[in-house]
């Protein structure tokens, strides 16, 4: 049986369309389709948008690392959006009074935002480089693919700002 | 610093939410106690239950089960358990009732030829006595003889067992969506000791939507019943002198688990089991009744075909209401000694509040008899190769009436207690019984209540 | 004036073995085998749930192995009484997270 889609979704150089409403992008990058979801607001910043779940048991683990990336990487124009997509509100807040989180939150019970990124599972992690341009997106967490992931949002902030 | 929503057309919630994070502002979930580490998910879970089950006049029994599941890291979990029970009570014999007493007899112990013996009595009132030795024998058997009183259902009420049973398994991730799972399995009686391997893996596909897991189980059981084995389908005498028995079984699962729609989980699995060995009961025997009277002339051991192989195809769902949970299943079972069978289940998890709940169960249980099973045998009629009276293979339905209360003691814990009673139904008067038996109750009704008491935490 | 009520007759469990509807029984199990498969390999997106949607499927009551000990016993008592075993697969569900 082929194994439905690959898990980490790289795209080499920037892609520019726009984004009208929620609809999907007509153009099909390199290897998979994103969304762009105009940050402007962050140009020239590196952010690390968070899909994330109160029953969601790797979220639980991928928080205190987020917190120590914000820590470090602060300095040099780094951002972390975390966004909630539990249907009850209730329960996310009770997981935030468990494992803190330092860096905003967004909530997204439709999970429209969700869809828009095409997350392909839980939690998701998706890299957006300075010039607001979506570069990297995977879905899971694990300790063995915490080094692969601080690798790439090295290369994004080894980038200068346009 | 305005985000500006034109290009991104989300809904106002969204967009606001948006702004404010660009704002630069720490939403409410930011905790103001950041020295607290974060909750980690309990790495190892016990569950452990006492089970305490009661046949009317018939098998009672008590159960209490230890099992530990402990994931050692993010891509691995060992689990293991154990479990012990004690069975005290009374078993059918197989053989029908009469309008006289009958005399049964069983080894109790075995001895050095030539030793006094000082014991008269064994459980369940019955006599010892002494088995003539065959010749050249170097130990002599000490058999339990029981009477059955007239029109009563011949049970062997000696009846008691004690078993030990403990597994061990391994469960590994390879990739994000493969995993192997392997263990191994041990379960000792007094006269029975059975031991099994464990291998499967599971493969997810479309998201995790999709599972595909196949299992494969091989089981080796030895029997030494005291004495040894009886002689099938010979005159029953306490004087058991055939070997010890093995049963070699390889059990094969494939299913299909499909997450339907955020509320339904639907899994199919077919089984195929294929059983080589001993199969008998070596307490069991058969009555071979006179044409005319119905009454027993003789008692014989039974005989099972050394060979079995059995299918199911199971049906099982979950579906998750506004708060409350149904599980349905359906079981259907066919193998090559004639038995057809069809299993409902229903169970509706009645979530009263967030800690508590209720679960009614009911379960609808069918099977056609095996081609060898008897109610008795008639004398002057050629004796089958195959004969057994154990109505565990005879035509039947059932019913099981359950309700089970839970409450969470705490985000990882939880205390349950299950009350249930089976009520099994077979033909006590079949077409074409003979002279006395027509009187008799070939197959009481058999009724039982369980109660199982549950705790499960986590740390 | 005529009666028009038609007589219900219930079905026995019997029945249910038997005939048309053993088989559309058999027809339904077929479709769900061919969805299950079609969607396994990727080649729909009728069944299943959004990654983020899978909530439901995270409480512990929507685990297939929810309660194993209950389970465990349920079989191995009614094994006692009965002629038929066993038959199911712990594997699938859940929170589907990484």
Redesign the interface.
């Known amino acids: 049986?082929?194994?439905?889609?690959p898990?980490v979704i790289q795209h080499r150089g920037p892609i520019a369309w726009?984004?009208?409403?929620?609809c999907v992008g007509l153009f099909l990058g390199p290897i998979a389709q994103a969304v762009?979801?105009?940050?402007?607001?962050?140009r020239g910043k590196v952010v690390y948008v968070d899909?994330w779940?109160s029953?969601?048991?790797?979220?639980?683990?991928s928080?205190?690392w987020l917190d120590d990336l914000v820590h470090e990487y602060m300095s040099q124009n780094f951002v972390v959006?975390?966004v909630?997509?539990?249907?009850?509100r209730d329960k996310?807040?009770r997981f935030?009074?468990?494992?803190?989180?330092?860096?905003?939150?967004?909530?997204?019970p439709?999970?429209?935002?969700?869809?828009?990124y095409k997350?392909?599972?839980?939690?998701?992690g998706i890299l957006i480089d300075r010039t607001g341009h979506v570069r990297f997106q995977h879905?899971?967490?694990?300790?063995k693919q915490k080094g692969l992931y601080e690798e790439q949002l090295q290369t994004l902030l080894a980038e200068k700002s346009p | 610093m305005q985000l500006k929503p034109k290009a991104l057309r989300a809904s106002p919630g969204v967009r606001r939410a948006l702004a404010a994070a660009a704002a630069g502002l720490l939403a409410s979930g930011h905790a103001a106690a950041q020295d607290e580490g974060p909750v980690d998910a309990p790495a190892t879970t016990v569950d452990s239950a006492l089970l305490v089950y009661h046949e009317v006049n018939r098998v009672q029994a008590i159960e209490p089960e230890v099992n530990v599941s402990h994931k050692i890291d993010e891509d691995s979990t060992l689990n293991f358990g154990i479990t012990a029970d004690s069975l005290t009570g009374a078993t059918p014999l197989g053989a029908v009732p009469s309008t006289l007493p009958q005399t049964y007899v069983r080894p109790y112990r075995v001895i050095p030829l030539g030793t006094p013996v000082t014991v008269t009595t064994a459980s369940g009132g019955s006599t010892v006595v002494l088995v003539p030795p065959p010749t050249g024998a170097k130990t002599q058997t000490l058999a339990a003889s029981t009477i059955v009183p007239p029109n009563t259902y011949p049970l062997d009420h000696g009846f008691y067992d004690r078993r030990i049973a403990g597994h061990l398994g391994w469960e590994q991730a390879l990739t994000q969506n493969f995993k192997i799972n392997g263990g191994i399995a041990y379960s000792k009686e007094h006269d029975y000791r059975s031991q099994s391997a464990n291998l499967g893996v599971s493969q997810d596909f479309n998201g995790h939507n999709t599972t595909l897991s196949a299992a494969v189980n091989y089981e080796s059981d030895l029997s030494f019943p005291i004495g040894g084995t009886p002689t099938p389908l010979t005159q029953m005498n306490g004087n058991w002198k055939g070997p010890d028995t093995t049963l070699h079984e390889i059990d094969a699962v494939v299913g299909i688990t499909q997450v339907m729609n955020r509320r339904w989980l639907a899994t199919l699995s077919y089984s195929y089991s294929d059983e080589h060995g001993y199969q008998n009961d070596p307490y069991r025997i058969i009555s071979v009744v006179d044409p005319v009277s119905g009454q027993p002339n003789e008692q014989l051991y039974e005989n099972r075909p050394t060979l079995r192989r059995k299918q199911s195809l199971f049906f099982d769902n979950k579906i998750h209401l506004a708060r409350d949970v149904i599980s349905a299943s359906v079981r259907g079972f066919k193998d090559d000694w004639g038995v057809k069978s069809l299993t409902a289940d229903v169970r509706y998890r009645w979530q009263m509040g967030p800690d508590y709940y209720l679960e009614p169960h009911v379960r609808y249980y069918t099977q056609s008899a095996a081609d060898f099973f008897h109610y008795y045998l008639v004398s002057g009629e050629a004796t089958p190769q195959y004969a057994s009276a154990d109505t565990r293979l005879a035509k039947f339905h059932a019913q099981t009436y359950g309700m089970k209360l839970g409450v969470a003691i705490s985000e990882t814990s939880e205390v349950n207690l299950r009350v249930e009673y089976y009520d099994q139904h077979g033909n006590g008067s079949p077409v074409g019984a003979i002279g006395q038996l027509q009187q008799q109750n070939l197959f009481p009704d058999l009724k039982a209540y369980t109660l199982l008491l549950g705790y499960t935490f986590a740390f | 004036m005529k009666n028009n009520c038609r007589r219900y007759s219930p079905k026995r469990a019997r029945d249910y073995l038997t005939g048309s509807a053993r088989r559309s029984t058999a027809r339904l199990l077929s479709a769900f085998i061919l969805g299950a498969a079609v969607c396994g390999s990727g080649g729909c997106t009728v069944l299943g749930a959004k990654p983020w949607e899978h909530d439901l499927m995270a409480e512990h009551a929507m685990q297939v192995d929810a309660y194993p000990i209950e389970a465990g016993m349920d079989d191995h008592i009614y094994f006692s009484k009965e002629a038929s075993s066993g038959g199911r697969s712990f594997a699938g569900g859940g929170c589907g997270c990484n």
């Not at chain 1, 726009?18 to 929620?22: E, K, N, P, T, Y």
């Not at chain 1, 935030?96 to 997204?108: E, G, M, Q, R, V």
Request: net charge negative.
């Open positions: 049986m082929r194994i439905a889609g898990k726009s984004f009208c409403g929620l762009d979801l105009d940050l402007s607001a962050y899909f779940a029953w969601c048991g790797p979220c639980r683990q928080f205190p959006i975390g909630n997509v539990d249907k009850d996310a807040e935030l009074s468990d494992t803190p989180a330092d860096f905003p939150i967004l909530y997204d439709k999970g429209e935002l969700a869809a828009a997350v392909a599972g839980m939690p998701s879905a899971g967490f694990s300790e």
